[in-house]
């Protein structure tokens, strides 16, 4: 397999991850995001690892973008793009009149696994900020099927904070019916929604007046 990364990209904005701030991240070919250093592991772990590394994991598991595919990524400070997502936000999290001032968007296109060209899988990660709150937008599209195992989420230093979209670990997370792309825990099929300056999963759920559905127990 191909296990490379991005060079270090420097950020516009300082990114709070549950309290560590950073300033680079790095864009992992197997499908995960590192701030540190990069990454190359292709071989998924569970969360919680309990490890020494601060992770956003869309998709981790063996990927190979040599026979086909892509990976991208961009950041914005202004915009439509960066516009969308501060609305996006602010209907998941109705309390925070949050406005994005940095958004930064890794896509993993149409990317192959290893060692099987011609599968193509389609996720994305969007990061942003408003300098005080920050989030992790998850975007699944098509998942080619495969037997090897994923693990998608997010853990952190000593997994202090973590968590793992349900199927993660089991056959269900590929092919036609993923439940990455068929779940949500915002009511929007292929899209999965954390707060991550803190841990935000149970803000999220008692939300008060909010009528988002919660298709997985947690
Ligand atoms: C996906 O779900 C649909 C609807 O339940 C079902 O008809 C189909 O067989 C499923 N496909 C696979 C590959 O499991």
Do not use: C
Not at 28 to 55: A, C, E, I, K
Not at 119 to 138: C, D, E, H
Not at 204 to 215: A, M, R, T, V
Request: charged letters at 10%; zero cysteines.
């Amino acid at each position: 397999s191909y296990d490379g990364s991005s060079p270090a990209i420097p950020l516009s904005r300082s990114f709070n991850y549950f309290g560590q701030s950073y300033s680079q991240i790095y864009v992992n070919h197997n499908g995960d995001l590192t701030f540190v250093s990069p990454w190359s592991s292709f071989t998924p772990q569970r969360f919680p690892m309990y490890g020494t590394r601060d992770v956003i994991a869309p998709f981790w598991t063996d990927l190979d973008t040599r026979g086909n595919g892509d990976i991208y990524y961009i950041q914005y400070t202004s915009g439509s793009i960066l516009q969308q997502v501060t609305q996006d936000i602010n209907r998941y999290f109705p309390a925070l009149n949050f406005q994005a001032n940095w958004i930064f968007i890794a896509t993993w296109y149409e990317v192959a696994y290893f060692p099987m060209t011609g599968t193509q899988t389609t996720f994305q990660a969007v990061l942003t900020t408003n300098g005080q709150y920050s989030f992790v937008l998850m975007n699944y599209g098509s998942i080619a099927s495969m037997s090897r195992y994923v693990q998608a989420g997010y853990d952190t230093i000593s997994s202090s904070h973590h968590f793992t979209i349900p199927g993660s670990f089991s056959s269900d997370a590929t092919g036609p019916n993923s439940t990455f792309s068929l779940g949500s825990n915002v009511n929007v099929p292929g899209r999965w929604a954390f707060r991550v300056d803190h841990g935000s999963l149970l803000l999220l759920l008692y939300q008060p007046g909010s009528d988002e559905k919660f298709p997985f127990s947690v």
